[in-house]
Structures are given as C-alpha cells and as structure tokens.
C-alpha cells in the first residue's frame, strides 16, 4: 500500500488542523491504519489508529482532542487535531497494517504496521 500524508503546517497553540493520507495499491488487504509521530530527538510513538471493522484507538496524551476517521470510498484516513499544543509539534506519519489482530494492543506498536507514508510536519506555536 501506498500512503501519502498531507495537511502539516504551522498553527498556534489551541488551533486545529486535520491531516490526510491518501492510500493506493492493496488497500482492501489493510486491516487498520494508523497515525504516528516523532518530535526531534524523540522516538516515534503511536498517536491514533482506526480498524476497518471501526473501532479507534488513541493515545493518551491525544484523547478528548484529536479524532480519526476514514472514508473507504476515497480510500482517506483522516486525524483532525484540536486544542493542539506545543508538544504537538512534530512529524506525523501515517501506516497501513495488513494483519488483522483480535488484541487490540498491536495497534498501539509501531511494528504491526507494513507501510508508512513519508511525513508531514505539525508545528504548534505557544
């Protein structure tokens, strides 16, 4: 599958921004998609993830602000964030997974995902 991520940008502090990936190629193989991210000189750590079957997951550190969704039609996964924070900054990269897992606890770690898209880049300023 392929991924294109969109939507980054500069905001200020409590401002909104929805990014998108678009995905191409197997996208009916995908078993859920997912939203990661990685401020500089940090780790990459899970932000939100949805299952085809429909049910989400969020970090906490993003519940109550952030909300994915996805159009199947348009083959879109969406992650509108709110009330962003400066410690939102960072790279937010999106990731397809193929393996259907009964635990929901997989999609919380970044290695259940196969494919990532390249990046766009959320700048919050306080």
């Known amino acids: 599958v392929q991924l294109q991520a969109s939507g980054g940008g500069l905001v200020q502090a409590g401002g909104s921004l929805r990014l998108s990936c678009a995905a191409s190629g197997r996208t009916s193989s995908t078993s859920a998609m997912g939203w990661f991210r990685q401020a500089p000189g940090k780790e990459r750590e899970f932000v939100a993830a949805?299952?085809?079957?429909?049910?989400?997951y969020y970090a906490d550190s993003v519940k109550g602000r952030f909300t994915i969704s996805r159009d199947n039609i348009k083959n879109t996964v969406y992650l509108q964030m709110n009330s962003l924070k400066s410690e939102d900054t960072a790279v937010y990269y999106c990731a397809a997974a193929m393996t259907s897992y009964y635990t929901s606890t997989y999609y919380y770690r970044a290695t259940t995902y196969d494919d990532w898209g390249q990046g766009t880049l959320v700048t919050v300023s306080s």
């Open positions: 949805i299952r085809r079957s429909g049910p989400t």
